[in-house]
């Protein structure tokens, strides 16, 4: 008790209690502990101390598991369960999530990315960076049409860098590009993140598929002038390929046919939210119908692949669905210490101005973004920083249409933050999906310093977007507007 007196002169103990149930996860994270069994565990082991500690959290351990001399209170741990995993499952906007994993999943299996791929390295040939252009192009439209990452920095990795590392292309500049380009899914809708995002904001999963579009855009042409000004600046990364075929019309036409069936998809699956013909719920739907058929019509599809999909789906969304349910325990402890007002009061507490507190949000996501995963930072810390946002009264504009404006900028300003955590060690995920497929000779420096400049234009990036939310914000009050 004397240790606590002694903390309590510096911080409130409830303030010691939230500050360490953050610690004490990151701890069980670099454990190698999974994250759900960390944030479940963090939660019963402070449980345990706000009901043997602190006299006045005693409540904590009752309202969820009520022990009396007889056993346990089994009904009132399933009014808890219920709780913690009815909500999730009876949420429409989550039957979307593995729908958007399937269809990613399955368009990978289609083979349009290796058609698309095989054209457009012919198109782009005679350019310098031609082969980083195509694998920079064919990461967008697949972002635009599967917002799996795994699959997207797997499948890039496979077919371009090999032929990258042919043309003696850099090592650092090839595998930046398609690391980049593999992770501008979590951005372009469909995104499971923005997904999620809506779930966890209680906002429109529409408005945050319009919202994102032109920031996702701006992402990509960021990186293709990139591209461009790099090869001229430093020829010998991206040398002239040996033998450069001449571009005509049967070229042209290859291109048109290989890029057409992912544009079918998009439109499918965007065009149908944005002309009101289907919800962001059924155009998921309509999403994992066409990258069957896609499938089908391409003679990739058998009976072995769409069980192969249909488990590798399972066990993604089951992946999701358990941090879903673990983070939301987590939340609750947290909040039964106080700890959504501690930090409301905390990033309050740091300016005047509403938009440098907004800066301060997105300058710690970043750093968290170096230790944590994204579906961490989304499903817990997204929901404490929603009653801040919506206390700030931030004067975004949202052509009288968009509801909750501020918040849909917020989304997307997060979302763009959170795709640097794919790039920026130790827990840059897409760095490894890179390296368990690079050729001999390519190492994690390579990737490392490949990735840093786009890291710097995803900051850029962040920056036009908070500078301008109306481009968060014109897409959807249009699409609303018809």
């Known amino acids: 008790m004397e240790i606590l007196a002694f903390l309590g002169q510096f911080m409130d103990l409830n303030q010691w209690m939230v500050l360490a149930m953050f610690l004490v996860f990151i701890v069980f994270l670099f454990a190698g502990i999974p994250v759900a069994f960390s944030l479940v565990g963090v939660s019963l082991i402070f449980i345990v101390l706000g009901e043997h500690v602190l006299d006045e959290h005693r409540k904590v351990i009752s ?5 009396k001399r007889t056993g346990i209170n089994y009904k009132k741990m399933a009014v808890n369960a219920g709780r913690f995993f009815g909500g999730i499952i009876k949420n429409p906007v989550l039957v979307a999530l593995p729908m958007f994993i399937f269809m990613g999943l399955m368009l990978d299996q289609s083979g349009v990315a290796q058609r698309m791929m095989r054209s457009m390295q012919v198109l782009f040939g005679a350019l310098r960076g031609g082969l980083a252009l195509t694998v920079m192009l064919i990461g967008i439209i697949l972002a635009a049409s599967t917002g799996v990452i795994g699959a997207s920095v797997v499948l890039l990795g496979v077919m371009g860098l090999p032929a990258m590392m042919q043309q003696n292309y850099g090592k650092p500049i090839a595998t930046g590009t398609i690391a980049a380009s593999g992770t501008l899914g979590i951005l372009i809708p469909p995104s499971i993140m923005l997904v999620i995002m809506s779930d966890q904001l ?27 000004v790099y090869g001229l600046i430093s020829p010998k990364s991206m040398p002239l390929p040996a033998n450069r075929e001449p571009v005509t ?26 002309f009101g013909f289907a919800t962001p719920t059924e155009a998921s739907g309509l999403g994992a119908l066409g ?44 909040r039964r ?34 230790l944590l995963d994204w579906i961490e930072i989304t499903l817990i810390i997204m929901p404490l920083m929603l009653p801040v946002i919506l206390s700030l009264d931030l004067p975004v504009n949202g052509f009288d249409v968009v509801s909750n404006p501020s918040v849909v900028w917020f989304a997307i300003l997060v979302a763009v933050t959170l795709q640097t955590s794919f790039l920026t060690p130790p827990v840059g995920f897409a ?5 368990g497929v690079c050729p001999p000779g390519v190492t994690l420096g390579h990737i490392y310093k ?21 481009l968060t914000t014109w ?8």
Do not use: C, H
């Not at 209680?202 to 461009?228: H, N, Q, T």
């Not at 069957?292 to 769409?306: D, P, V, Y």
């Open 291 to 334: 990258a069957t058929i896609l499938a089908l019509f391409s003679g990739r599809l058998n009976l072995k692949i769409f069980s192969d999909v249909s488990r590798q789906t399972l066990n993604t969304a089951g992946y999701i669905v358990g941090i879903f349910i673990a983070a939301n325990f987590f939340a609750y402890i947290l």
């Open 249 to 274: 019309a049967k070229i042209l036409l290859q291109v048109a046919l290989s890029v057409v069936p992912p544009m079918f998809l998009i439109l499918l699956v965007l065009g149908s939210i944005f």
């Open 202 to 228: 209680s906002i429109s999963l529409g408005d945050l598929f319009m919202g994102a579009l032109i920031p996702g855009l701006i992402l990509g042409a960021l990186y293709i002038i990139f591209i461009v």
């Open 337 to 370: 210490y106080g700890g959504d007002e501690i930090i409301e009061n905390l990033v309050l507490g740091t300016s005047e101005n509403p938009y440098m507190i907004v800066a301060f949000i997105l300058f710690i996501i970043f750093l968290l973004g170096f």
């Open 475 to 482: 897409l959807p009050a249009i699409a609303y507007a018809n």
């Open 431 to 435: 760095l490894f999906y890179l390296k």
């Open 63 to 67: 309202e969820v598991i009520e022990f």
């Open 450 to 470: 490949g990735v840093f400049p786009f890291v710097i234009l995803q900051l850029i990036g962040l920056a036009i977007v908070f500078y301008w939310p109306e």
